[in-house]
């Protein structure tokens, strides 16, 4: 009995110093392999559109990586920084004070994007700053600060008008500190510009003054341009019935003389025949005096007309009417 205890326990120990150096046989190369799978994979870098990865060896600037599949040397090299090339965007407020002591709010919106995807920029933009926050701290600054030494030149009148001035000096002053930093500013847009209540009410006051002082001048315009226009109406009514009062003088004086040459006519005619019948032409003025004297007593309307009834004085009459009548037949014939 007691042998077969022996002999059994001799067989377990050897059975043990046998087992462990097969299995570590068996692992260490699996192990090895995964290490080194693990090692390789560990330099593949994936670098995603619109970045680019600064390597570093050692703590010294090596290379960049572009967008897509890169291999680093595992273990050496190092990411150092993921540097965007996308456009980026940052708003600002602030304060500023013109000539005139007005303080003046801005509200602004800043774009800029890494100048270009060259090493020597990238290598600006990744080493000239720690941080991105340290960045966008002197960005903000540099443009506050432009813009207030601007401000501080002109009068609180003159800020509203000037959005456009701002933004060119702006973009004139710090355009080569940009380039420095490897950074490009695309635009500067200034959404608003406030001031104080009370320049606020005051200049609501002096719009309103100009509006009704404007209104006041329109209207005024706009009477004297009434009075004018009537002016010139009347002006040219008064021309019309001059003219046309003319025009009818001169058809009434063209009747009259129409009239006394056919009267002229009329007795030349009567006198000739009655010559030819042997009678008296005194007839004719006879005749046209009792006429006349009969038209006076039917068109008249109560006026009073004193005519000399004795012979002496209807001579004195016919010898008028008969001067008359040669001179209207002179003028007619001339």
């Known amino acids: 009995m007691a042998g077969n205890t022996i002999c059994k326990g001799m067989i377990k120990k050897n059975a043990t110093f ?14 090895w392999i995964v290490l080194l799978l693990f090692i390789v994979l560990s330099g593949l870098v994936t670098v995603n559109q619109g970045t680019i990865t600064v390597i570093t060896m050692f703590g010294k600037y090596r290379r960049i990586l572009r967008p897509g599949l890169n291999f680093k040397i595992p273990l050496i090299e190092q990411i150092y920084k993921r540097i965007s090339i996308q456009n ?11 000539a005139d002591q007005a303080n003046v709010y801005f509200k602004s919106m800043l774009l800029y994007a890494v100048q270009n995807a060259e090493e020597e920029t990238i290598k600006k933009v990744a080493f000239k700053f720690i941080s991105d926050r340290d960045l966008m701290q002197a960005l903000t600054r540099t443009i506050e600060g432009t813009i207030r030494s601007f401000v501080a030149t002109k009068r609180q009148a003159e800020i509203l008008g000037l959005r456009k001035e701002i933004v060119e000096y ?6 080569h500190l940009l380039e420095d930093w490897g950074y490009h500013l695309l635009d500067l847009q200034i959404n608003d510009i406030t001031f104080d209540k009370v320049i606020l009410d005051s200049m609501s006051k002096v719009v309103a003054s100009n509006n009704l002082k404007a209104a006041a001048e329109n209207e005024g315009q706009a009477l004297l341009i009434t009075k004018t226009k009537g002016a010139e109406a009347e002006g040219n009514a008064i021309k019309i019935a001059a003219e046309a009062e003319r025009q009818a003088a001169q058809l009434r004086g063209q009747g009259v003389a129409l009239f006394r040459e056919e009267v002229a006519k009329g007795m030349s005619q009567a006198a000739e025949q009655m010559k030819q019948a042997n009678l008296d032409t005194n007839v004719i003025l006879f005749s046209m005096w009792t006429e006349a004297i009969k038209n006076f007593a039917e068109a008249g309307k109560g006026n009073i007309i004193f005519l000399d009834g004795s012979s002496d004085g209807m001579q004195k009459t016919m010898r008028q009417i008969m001067a008359l009548m040669k001179m209207d037949a002179t003028q007619t014939l001339e």
């Open 18 to 31: 046998t087992f462990k150096p097969i299995v570590m046989d068996i692992l260490f190369p699996w192990v």
């Open 88 to 98: 980026r965007s940052v708003e600002m407020e602030f304060q500023a004070v013109t």
């Open 170 to 175: 702006v973009k004139e002053q710090i355009d």
